[in-house]
């Protein structure tokens, strides 16, 4: 499987777009309006030139009314992608890591199985790994203890990964050594198959383990031998200690975040990897947004987005001019806001994820979505005519993460029962909160719990409907009032 192949399908693909397309007698900009994207979009996945993600041929086949032709020509096509990225995948592991690559395959290999339930092709990525609940409540995959039993099996295998390593047996006495490409793929392994349990289910149930294997990184950077891998080295150390920030940040542990995030830039930086500084920025920046610091949240995403420079990636930049975004419209710049969305949706389409860092996976279709969402409840705030659009924009969220994302499917839950709250639909507003009630006491995040308590700022307390009033006093005693 060649590349060529996979140019030439998607090519295929394309063209059935276009023939139901005008076979419907839509114009490209009608398509676009219809399916939450734009025109652009719909013109490059005609060309051949993108594929997008499934919600977007969900959406195109419901549209189009195409009796099942588009998403079987959609999922066809992933098929032969997934085959030619095992291919490519196996060939450049084993080039890499030689006889490691089969003992982390033991455990979960980060290049395939793991690292891909972060993609949001893989709408069943959780059938057999962990329990979740999607947004309406019902259960996907194993639930309760069952969900529990396997979460805490796959933990216990990282660590005994992590363990066997020899990695967390460092102390700040270790004597110096040589560090080679075997300590390097390790901490990658070990890192990658972290990070795939915080994009399944968060990484509040996960910070100390994390945290502890990525200080354990950090000593053995101080301590190794300078050598020709040792700019790889740091890289690794810095992906290790940024992800430890983020978990700790989800359980609301923001002095220990702010602790990793720090030893992560300053980290990258000094290998070189701007790429991974801007990633590390913009998780400062998203603490910053959590905690209504938004002044210094603004100057750190455009921080990030200087110090790229010519470095940046079409993901990256998206993905910082979403939170610059957020930031805006909550200071109430809400022209500026809108603008940097439109630069965010212009990055977006861009995106070609071969040529994006792996742990850029998390950015997807939903992430982007869930900004505009956030971005118009602000709006919302202070003009209520933009309420109907933050209700479409996270609703459209939500729809694109699916079963394979929980927290942000939890979050953005949480969103769409302030928009409707802001958009003077109190019984939607309810029925939904009600479910989000439930999910938020089931999960480890103290991020999510925060956020629950915050619906109570978009309910008046002088509100006449009876079953708000209720909610609101609900949210208020089981979390806490808004801040």
């Known amino acids: 499987m060649d590349r060529q192949q996979l140019q030439e399908a998607r090519q295929a693909l394309g063209r059935k777009l276009a023939e139901w397309r005008k076979a419907r007698q839509l114009i490209q900009d009608d398509l676009a309006r219809q399916v939450h994207s734009s025109r652009s979009t719909v013109a490059m996945v005609e060309r051949g030139r993108q594929v997008v993600d499934r ?39 084993r080039a890499r890591w030689g006889v490691l690559a089969d ?25 057999h790994r962990v329990g979740t609940s999607s947004a309406d409540g019902q259960t996907v995959g194993p639930s309760g203890l069952e969900g529990d ?5 796959l933990l216990t295998s990282i660590a005994a990964v992590a363990a066997g390593s020899g990695l967390l047996g460092l102390t700040p006495n270790t004597t110096p050594r040589r560090v080679g490409v075997g300590d390097v793929a390790r901490i990658e392994a070990i890192t990658a198959l972290y990070r795939s349990v915080d994009y399944e289910v968060g990484g509040g149930a996960l910070y100390a383990e994390v945290g502890r294997f990525a200080e354990a990184t950090s000593v053995l950077l101080a301590s190794a031998d300078t050598g020709p ?43 070189g990897n701007q790429l991974l500084a801007a990633r590390t920025r913009y998780c400062q920046a ?43 419209a909550a200071l109430g710049e809400h022209a500026a806001a809108v603008t940097a969305l439109e630069q965010a949706s ?7 994820p071969d040529q994006e860092p792996d742990w850029m996976r998390f950015y997807d279709r939903g992430e982007l979505l869930a900004q505009y969402g956030r971005v118009y409840r602000d709006l919302a705030r202070h003009d209520r005519r933009h309420a109907d659009r933050a ?20 979050l953005n839950t949480v969103g769409l029962c302030s928009a409707l709250a802001l958009a003077g639909e109190p019984d939607r507003a309810i029925a939904v909160g009600s479910t989000v009630i439930s999910q938020a006491q089931r999960l480890t995040s103290r991020r999510v719990r925060d956020r629950v308590r915050n619906l109570a700022r978009d309910i008046s307390p002088d509100i006449r409907h009876s079953g708000m009033t209720d909610f609101r006093h609900t949210v208020i005693r089981l979390f806490g009032a808004a801040v």
């Open 55 to 93: 919600i977007f041929w969900l959406q195109c086949e419901s549209v189009l009314d195409a009796e099942g032709e588009l998403i079987d020509a959609y999922q066809a096509y992933r098929q032969l992608e997934d085959q030619h990225r095992v291919e490519k995948a196996d060939a450049a592991r």
């Open 103 to 127: 003992s982390v395959n033991g455990a979960g290999d980060p290049d395939s199985g793991l690292t891909a339930a972060a993609s949001p092709e893989d709408g069943n990525a959780l059938d």
């Open 149 to 153: 039993r396997q979460r805490r099996k």
């Open 229 to 271: 891998g040792n700019a790889s080295l740091a890289t690794a150390v810095a992906a290790a200690r940024q992800l430890a920030g983020w978990t700790a940040f989800d359980a609301g542990r923001h002095s220990d975040a702010g602790r990793h995030w720090l030893a992560a830039e300053r980290t990258s930086v000094a290998a």
């Open 286 to 328: 998203r603490q910053f947004q959590h905690l209504h610091h938004n002044q210094d949240a603004l100057a750190t995403v455009r921080l990030a987005h200087d110090q790229l420079g010519r470095e940046a990636t079409p993901a990256l930049l998206a993905m910082l001019r979403g939170a610059e975004a957020a930031s805006l």
């Open 346 to 352: 212009g990055h977006f389409e861009d995106i070609d």
């Open 391 to 410: 209700v479409e924009w996270t609703q459209a969220a939500i729809a694109a993460f699916g079963p394979q994302n929980v927290r942000s499917t939890v």
